[in-house]
């Protein structure tokens, strides 16, 4: 059902959906509020680190666990336009598995147990994507075992549970370079024997590498860079092809990192066929901006002050920063922000911001609220996600 | 005789341009004659091989770029009735670095045993597309962006105006001044006049483009993020006046259609396709 609803939206459309990060409580608020304005379906992507079960004690939006994140959205979104979706689900995904330097077999089991937890909470899309190993570089037939294993675990709950869950699959993210064709490919192949030997359905979604790579505030991939990137084929070339392989397969195409891609290049997912595109950090950032922007604008610069202080000694910033950056220590506390919202600290901040703003006649929230949606209201349009803004 | 001319573009890098020369000598002398245009270098600042000398006010002051200085060099040997006598054109800016080997045998070698082939350019070690070259080692693009082509002379003369030579279109649009664009039009008229464009691992070539970060003031040109700006608007500009496309994704679809044509009218060479 939530395939083939999909499957008819992007027909009927010609559109690309739009997933959006959950980087904050206004974000999660804009997005089911954008969502049921214009009745279009968007998924809620989050990451582990993002939202988590409370056996991993959530997760840096708001400290919600999976179950109350899964509850906020399902009250709140009226119309049921949200699909609650998993981004990035697997070992070592989440930071305890991290730093509890799991062994594969109980990362996996700490991972099943996300997973039960999403769909338990009614996460109706899992990203399965075991990619990433902390004690070595599995090659792809591991990873594809690793999948399976994972795919077999949430199909089968989902049916006990009686849910109903698409999958995503796709083992890269922000390499960098791209994945063969060939690769992908032989991932498809192996993924469908396996489905069909299994009486599985087949994955909704692929993660195609399409030349996006989000870097400091920034789209730094070749998909809308007038040169050349090194050692990345050109999009102009791996686009098209990886669509023809995305077509033969039956799988909807999705795209990662494409925060900060221009108007232009925005514009063009419809037409060339990308089916999804994830955006996260931009919103994020978007929110932080907009409460320096407020702050600053009335005269609260001490509070403004503070919150970049605070952002910038999290060092959240540290993984998204360019190799010999010029970025200043504001261009890095904006990268962080949203990671330190739910802080105790900011909250502190926030609300004492709050009332000296409400003197002035503003509602803080409410105006971070609609900036953020601004920023995602820029993917509704150029994604053909809406007609009348 | 010589099979190819190779055709270098300088600007007030003698040093660098005579390296060029010289490896192009010392490698591929009995497949290449080489000329070198001056577009609009000083009188102290020619190379040593240079052939001709592009010195009007205009050019003096702004350069002729790869397109117009392309078409210059070409037109100067269809005037010394040179141009009927070569197979092919290689084309370089002088920022082009090579191996240590002949660059040109295997080039031409891949010509003989294409006869399909228009356009050919060496891959670049930098380039991802070497990813999509690892077991056939040439295959057939329709989207390159280089500044190192060999043309064959077949398909030069199946595009250009002969009839009536003239710098800013003989065979690249001189209007696209510093060319942004020019490579993927370029392709689209080959495979629309059934020629196809390859990039091949044969032979590696890159572009140093630390000339240009260095010696932007030798040159007489912009630094490299206003000459990158300057590079992207006009292109745009005359890819929206020329064609109406209001994107180079436009012009990507374009050049893909007459792609996608030639293999169906040459299933014989899918095994080139990418």
Sequence with gaps: MIHQRLQSFLQKRHCTLLGVGPMSVNCVDATIELANEHEVPVLMIASRRQIDSEDFGGGYVNNWTT??????VTDRDKKGKILLARDHGGPWQSIKENQEKLGLRRAMDSAKSSYRADID???????IDPSIDIHGQPDVDEVLDRVFDLYDFCWTHAQQSRKEVIFEVGTE??????NSQEELDYTLNAIKKFCTQNKIPQPTFVVIQCGTRVMEMRNVGSFDSPVRVANEIPAE????????????HGILMKEHNTDYLSDEALQWHPRLGIHAANVAPEFGVAESTALINILESNGLE???????HIAYESKKWDKWMIDGTTASDRDRSLIAGHYVFSTPMCRELKVEAGKLLAKKGYDLEQYLKEQVKQSILRYFRNFRLTRTV | MKRVATIILNRNLPEITNALCEHLVKYDSALTDVYVVEAGSDSNRLSKYATWHAESPEVMTNGLRYGRGMNYGLIQLLKEEKFAQYDAFFLLANDTEFKDVSTLAPLVDLLDRHPRIGILSPCSQRW??????EKEKTKYFWFIHNN???????????????ENPDIMDFLFDGTNFRGYGSESELIAKAYANDWAAAITTVVWASENESHLLEYADQI?????????????????RWMRKKYGFNSHWSMQQYVKSFYDKFFEFHPEYSQYKV
């Design chain 2, 128 to 133: 991802g597309e070497r990813l999509l070259l």
């Design chain 2, 148 to 162: 190192a082509y060999l043309l064959r002379r077949e398909f030069i003369e199946s595009v250009c105006d002969k």
């Design chain 1, 121 to 127: 909470a009614g996460f109706q899309v899992l990203h």
């Design chain 1, 173 to 178: 993210e922000q390499s960098g370079s791209t």
């Design chain 1, 237 to 248: 070339i791996q686009l098209p092809k990886m669509i023809e392989i995305c077509n033969r």
């Design chain 2, 220 to 236: 007489k040109t912009q630094g490299y993020e206003e000459n990158l700006q300057l590079y992207i608007a006009e292109g745009r």
């Design chain 1, 302 to 308: 001490k509070l403004a002050e503070r919150f970049l």
């Design chain 1, 67 to 72: 179950q109350e994140f899964a509850r906020y």
